[in-house]
């Protein structure tokens, strides 16, 4: 047997909240069902899983996931600086493939979330210090060979090789400042059930990555993209050049207020991040905004249509969709960043 079908562990990082869509898409895409391990360490948002060396190009192409790691091992760090020598006796005691001891030169990056009294450059300097001395191969920080990666969640820390330098994110050439996670955008497209022959707009689209998300995922579905910000539509035109997805995508500047003006048919799918999707916005009052855009969107929505969308507050749109004859269909907390907003799906009652 050749190395190839060599089995590899692969650490993928997503959203939590996106678990079963992930799922859905190993499946779909890599015809994979089994899952090593789910929430490693306890940390939400993470899988492990065990695929042929030779299929692990595949992975780039998996929209719900954000990054992966050639997965090496896991272990605990205090957050306190205890766990700079936590880290280094991790590194030590850690196995790496025999690849990786006739690697020329390495780097160390690292990446971190939650609270702890040391750096990521600590951290780097540190694990890179362990590899030296363990392994005695040259650090190049420009031209390397290896690129190990620590992925500290609070006390946990993951360590493998970076090979996800085109992951789901590589196409944003203009970033919207609220902008969306590819990740996130993809979920909420395959939560929206698109068929083809259906129509889908984003009236809210900012840099465009719901609707370039819905023209990567789908055919024949006509998807439409606004904003009342021709800047960001700019943006959104740029972004969809990048991926290839220019063709599919109409976008135009209105004014979701005024929506049930400017558009002359119904929409069988809405889906958008609309102000307050992930992030407050200080000029805009969420509750005022709200009144105004959901009972625009539903006079623009098919009888069976259905609405899904992103906020951090869910209570204001479960409040208005009652009084304008929307019901809420789905609901779920996803982690974006630092915010824990909701994706709720409305339907005509
Ligand atoms: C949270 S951002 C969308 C970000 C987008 N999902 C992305 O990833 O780039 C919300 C967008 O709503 C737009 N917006 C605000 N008020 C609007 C209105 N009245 N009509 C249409 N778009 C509006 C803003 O210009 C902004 O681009």
Redesign the pocket.
């Known amino acids: 047997m050749g190395d190839k079908y060599l089995l590899t562990k692969f650490l993928l990082v997503f959203p939590y909240g996106l678990e079963d869509i992930v799922k859905c898409e190993l499946e779909e895409k890599m015809h994979f069902k089994g899952v090593v391990e789910e929430n490693p360490q306890g940390v939400p948002g993470r899988i492990i899983i065990d695929i042929p060396e030779s299929e692990s190009s595949r992975l780039l192409s998996l929209r719900s996931v954000d990054w992966f790691l050639e997965y090496i091992g896991a272990f605990k760090v205090d957050t306190s600086l205890r766990g700079l020598e936590d880290i280094y006796s991790g590194i030590i005691r850690m196995e790496f493939p025999n690849g990786f001891r006739e690697a020329s030169s390495f780097r160390v990056s690292c990446r971190r979330s939650g609270k702890h009294e040391f750096t990521s450059m600590d951290v780097q300097r540190k694990a890179g210090q362990a590899l030296v001395d363990k392994y005695g191969l040259k650090v190049d920080l420009e031209n390397f060979q290896a690129n190990v990666f620590l992925d500290i969640v609070g006390d946990s820390c993951f360590v493998g090789f970076f090979r996800s330098e085109y992951a789901s994110g590589r196409y944003i050439v203009f970033?919207?400042p609220?902008?969306?996670r590819p990740s996130v955008?993809y979920g909420m497209v395959r939560i929206a059930g698109l068929k083809p022959g259906m129509t889908l707009l984003?009236?809210?689209?900012?840099?465009?990555?719901?609707p370039i998300e819905a023209a990567l995922s789908t055919s024949n579905v006509t998807i439409y993209g606004?904003?009342?910000?021709e800047y960001?539509l700019e943006?959104?035109a740029l972004n969809a050049e990048a991926m290839g997805a220019s063709e599919r995508i109409i976008f135009k500047r209105?004014?979701?207020?005024r929506?049930s003006k400017e558009l002359t048919f119904k929409v069988d799918r809405i889906v958008?991040?609309?102000?307050?999707?992930?992030?407050p916005?200080a000029r805009?009052n969420p509750r005022a905004?709200y009144s105004?855009?959901l009972p625009e969107m539903r006079k623009v929505l098919s009888d069976d249509g259905r609405i899904v969308l992103i906020t951090i507050k869910p209570g204001y749109v479960g409040e208005i969709s009652s009084k304008i004859g929307l019901s809420i269909e789905h609901e779920r907390i996803i982690r974006h960043g630092d915010a824990s907003p909701s994706i709720m799906v409305l339907k005509p009652s």
């Open positions: 970033t919207h609220a902008a969306l955008a984003d009236p809210m689209c900012g840099g465009g990555i719901i606004f904003d009342v910000s960001f943006g959104a209105v004014d979701c207020k929506l958008t991040d609309p102000p307050y999707g992930t992030k916005i805009v905004f105004i855009c």
